[in-house]
């Protein structure tokens, strides 16, 4: 069991590939009370969780997965996820982002079809179990989104410690009306991302990615 938080944070990475060992609701639980410890602006809390399992995080999957292999439309957007012109150094980032995990999966750059065939598994929770869904109110603004950023990260290096895997997926966005079929959440919600969590199937091989140098992002002011 992860208690070290350096060591929890340096050892979470998107896992794309779970295997089926259910989570205990029991560590569930145990995860998302603590995790509402995160902090946020004014404490106004503004996360909305919905944990999915069993019968109907596998109706969803279904659901999910075939409007993907029939090539349905995306949903129409409620909030955009990148600017559509991305500037320099997120473009870079983005593309070296792009050469890691397609290049772990041996796609190269060119082959948008089979960059799509494994972008699909996004809508079977890469194998996992479990799902969070989090939701957000659409009268709140950026700053409460990055509450939402905090708490995402706390439920996420607590589940380390209980030796779990996840995957923060905005993937789930682009069907959202069917997240929405099986999650009933009212009307004035948006559904920022999911969340695979699970148990990591060692075998499906992660490749770790990279980071921009400290002294991209970070500036020390005063020695
Ligand atoms: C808000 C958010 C949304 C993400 N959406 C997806 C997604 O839809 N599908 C996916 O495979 N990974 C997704 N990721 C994972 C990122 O690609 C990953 O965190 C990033 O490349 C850094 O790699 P690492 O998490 O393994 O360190 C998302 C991450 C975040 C924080």
Same mark, same amino acid.
């Given at each position: #069991?992860?208690?070290?938080?350096?060591? /929890?944070?340096?050892?979470?990475? /998107?896992?794309?590939? @779970?295997?089926?060992?259910?989570?205990?609701?029991? %560590?569930?639980?145990?995860?998302?009370?603590?995790?509402?410890?995160? =902090?946020?602006?004014?404490?106004?809390?503004?996360?909305?969780?919905? %944990?999915?399992?069993?019968?109907?995080? /596998?109706?969803?999957?279904?659901?999910?997965?075939?409007?993907?292999?029939?090539?349905?439309?995306? !949903?129409?957007?409620?909030?955009?996820?990148?600017?559509?012109?991305?500037?320099?150094?997120?473009?870079?980032?983005?593309?070296? @982002?792009?050469?890691?995990? +397609? &290049?772990?999966?041996?796609?190269?750059?060119? !082959?948008?079809?089979?960059?799509?065939? /494994?972008?699909?598994?996004?809508?079977?929770?890469?194998?996992?179990?479990?799902?969070? @869904?989090? +939701?957000?109110?659409? !009268?709140? &603004?950026? =700053?409460?989104?990055?509450? %939402?950023?905090?708490?995402?990260?706390?439920? #996420?290096?607590?589940?380390?410690?209980?030796?779990?895997?996840?995957?923060?997926? #905005?993937?789930?966005?682009? +069907?959202?009306?069917?997240?929405?079929?099986?999650?009933?959440? =009212?009307?004035?919600?948006?559904? $920022?991302?999911? #969340?695979?969590?699970?148990?990591?199937?060692?075998?499906?091989?992660?490749?770790?990615? &990279?980071?921009?140098?400290?002294?991209?992002?970070?500036? $020390?002011?005063? &020695?």
């Amino acid at each position: #069991m992860i208690v070290d938080v350096y060591e /929890a944070v340096t050892s979470r990475r /998107a896992v794309r590939g @779970f295997t089926d060992r259910q989570v205990p609701g029991k %560590v569930l639980e145990r995860v998302l009370s603590a995790a509402a410890w995160a =902090p946020s602006g004014s404490n106004l809390q503004p996360w909305n969780s919905y %944990v999915v399992t069993g019968g109907p995080l /596998a109706e969803l999957k279904k659901r999910a997965g075939r409007r993907a292999a029939t090539g349905d439309p995306w !949903d129409e957007r409620e909030y955009e996820m990148y600017p559509s012109e991305l500037k320099s150094p997120y473009r870079e980032r983005r593309s070296a @982002f792009g050469a890691e995990r +397609y &290049g772990a999966l041996g796609i190269s750059r060119d !082959d948008l079809e089979a960059r799509q065939r /494994a972008a699909v598994a996004n809508w079977d929770c890469f194998g996992a179990p479990a799902a969070l @869904f989090c +939701y957000i109110d659409r !009268d709140l &603004g950026p =700053p409460q989104w990055a509450d %939402v950023g905090m708490y995402l990260q706390t439920v #996420m290096l607590l589940l380390r410690a209980e030796g779990l895997h996840s995957c923060t997926q #905005m993937a789930w966005s682009v +069907y959202r009306t069917t997240v929405a079929e099986i999650l009933s959440p =009212p009307d004035e919600l948006i559904l $920022f991302c999911g #969340m695979s969590i699970g148990y990591e199937d060692a075998t499906a091989g992660h490749p770790r990615t &990279g980071r921009a140098p400290l002294a991209e992002t970070v500036t $020390f002011v005063g &020695g």
